[in-house]
């Protein structure tokens, strides 16, 4: 039995960053929102209570039953956690007059206390908070503040119960790490030994305890998470996994024979699909983004149901389902307001008769890559950028026709290759270029021309729940404009996007 953390999202933002770092840590964590939890069976070590967009003092604020888990395992709050474990104690918790956002330098710190074992005076936090805790009854002790607010920790006299009002899983938090790791080994007592070995281990031995001798059908994609996916099922599996790879005509150029052959001396047993056209008739005439995902999405599952049924015995889609569409499709106060379709997270219709399984959905992007090192998987498949499910389609804003693909098709390969020939595509997590349904003037030679307008995205991220735009140089970015314009018909304008995610998204559809 795999011991883990359990973490209580509150709604807070930094809610997936606390549980990359307790993995980052060695340690299996699972994040559940609060108003759903969890059984808590033996492999429970702990339990960490999330911030929140919210005040324990509002009348409908989040609220938890402390009776479920106080007194059987330690317990952290951070931020709102750590105000309503003072709050539900009969503690006063108000809107402070001295509010603390940014950075703050921890002050009377209780050495002795295992949470700030090793932290030092002066030690820099991140506050992010409008209430504060004013002051604690006598059956809490204060282990730290800072020089603006009493109490910046505080534990429980007798419990392991902990609180800290400031955020130790983000960088700004320069010992936040540190705090982290006292409260997985120096109290709860984990023992480290969640690694990508153990992880490869473990789900290779539950898949084959899951499939047996059955048969499943996997959608491959080129990138990561299915081709980590498709490792373990076949590891567990051999030849009773069956990849796909369809040429949906939205691809990258020349993207169809590459993956395949990527695909090579690998051992999967791979067939490749062309099936571009059902997909541009899909799509005619359609304009709204989500339509148009939704097309795609279905059209994608006509193909797979008739390509299963050439696999006789076949009971399973494998897919490459990761921890945040997970999470990202179920939020702490009912259904999330959908800002983009999941392509691989709902469900498959009534008519297509496979169970799913999804080996990898436990696991952020960082996470997936180690496991694919770790498998010994080529680095031009471990390291290749996110490619949205939907491809160009959601790249080309407006309706999509074959032309304005074979358009996109040339400008993003130069973008790209530009990129990997100037060492920026490492630097990179995810690029790409949009076609906007604009046209600009623009004169070539003593020409006046009113061409097509491109936008070049390049974005810098950890797992793509934010991200922030890429400082390329203005070198590269002259050169590869220059580029566009002098080889691709119809393009006679290249813009640059210096969005953040939030509040814009990574694809503009």
Request: charged fraction near 25%; glycine fraction near 10%; charge should be negative.
């Amino acid at each position: 039995m795999v011991e883990k953390i359990i973490i209580l999202d509150f709604g807070s933002q930094y809610t997936q960053l606390i549980a990359r770092r307790v993995r980052e840590l060695n340690v299996y964590c699972e994040i559940h929102p609060y108003n759903n939890i969890p059984a808590f069976d033996d492999s429970v070590k702990g339990l960490i209570l999330s911030g929140s967009p919210c005040s324990v003092r509002e009348e409908d604020a989040p609220d938890v039953d402390f009776g479920l888990f106080e007194g059987k395992f330690p317990v952290l709050g951070v931020c709102f956690g750590a105000q309503l474990i003072a709050h539900k104690a009969g503690n006063e918790v108000k809107a402070s007059s001295t509010r603390e956002y940014g950075r703050a330098l921890l002050a009377g710190i209780k050495a002795d206390e295992k949470l700030l074992a090793g932290i030092e005076e002066g030690s820099q936090v991140w506050m992010s908070h409008g209430d504060t805790i004013q002051g604690l009854s006598d059956n809490f002790d204060v282990i730290s503040g800072t020089d603006s607010i009493g109490v910046a920790a505080f534990r429980k006299k007798g419990e392991e119960v902990y609180g800290l009002q400031f955020h130790p899983e983000v960088t700004h938090s320069v010992d936040g790490k540190q705090i982290i790791e006292n409260f997985l080994v120096g109290i709860c007592g984990c023992a480290q030994d969640w690694t990508s070995e153990h992880f490869i281990d473990t789900t290779v031995a539950e898949l084959k305890e899951q499939l047996g001798d059955d048969k499943v059908i996997l959608g491959l994609s080129g990138g990561v998470d299915s081709s980590v996916a498709a490792v373990l099922i076949h590891k567990a599996i051999g030849q009773n996994l069956h990849c796909i790879f369809v040429d949906n005509g939205l691809l990258r150029k020349n993207e169809f024979e590459e993956v395949l052959d990527s695909y090579k001396g690998m051992g999967l047993n791979v067939t490749g699909v062309a099936a571009s056209q059902l997909f541009y008739d899909a799509l005619k005439d359609e304009k709204d983004p989500e339509r148009k995902r939704k097309a795609i999405g279905k059209v994608f599952v006509d193909v797979f149901d008739e390509e299963s049924k050439k696999v006789d015995g076949a009971k399973w889609l494998g897919q490459g389902t990761i921890y945040p569409d997970i999470i990202e499709s179920v939020s702490v106060k009912g259904p999330s307001a959908t800002i983009k379709s999941h392509h691989n997270v709902g469900g498959l219709p009534d008519y297509m008769k496979l169970q799913v399984v999804e080996p990898l959905k436990t696991l952020f992007k960082d996470g997936v890559r180690q496991i694919g090192k770790a498998l010994g998987i080529d680095q031009n498949i471990i390291g290749r950028h996110p490619f949205p499910g939907p491809g160009l389609a959601i790249r080309i804003l407006g309706d999509v026709t074959p032309e304005k693909v074979a358009i996109l098709q040339e400008v993003d390969h130069i973008f790209i290759q530009g990129l990997k020939d100037n060492g920026l595509y490492d630097e990179v997590w995810q690029a790409g270029v949009m076609l906007l349904p604009v046209q600009s003037v623009g004169v070539m030679g003593d020409e006046r021309t009113y061409e097509n307008v491109v936008a070049l995205r390049a974005v810098s991220s950890v797992d793509g729940m934010t991200a922030d735009w890429s400082r390329l140089p203005y070198d590269f970015l002259a050169d590869i404009s220059n580029k566009i314009i002098n080889n691709v018909k119809g393009v006679n304008r290249v813009v640059f996007d210096i969005s953040s995610k939030p509040p814009a998204t990574i694809e503009w559809e």
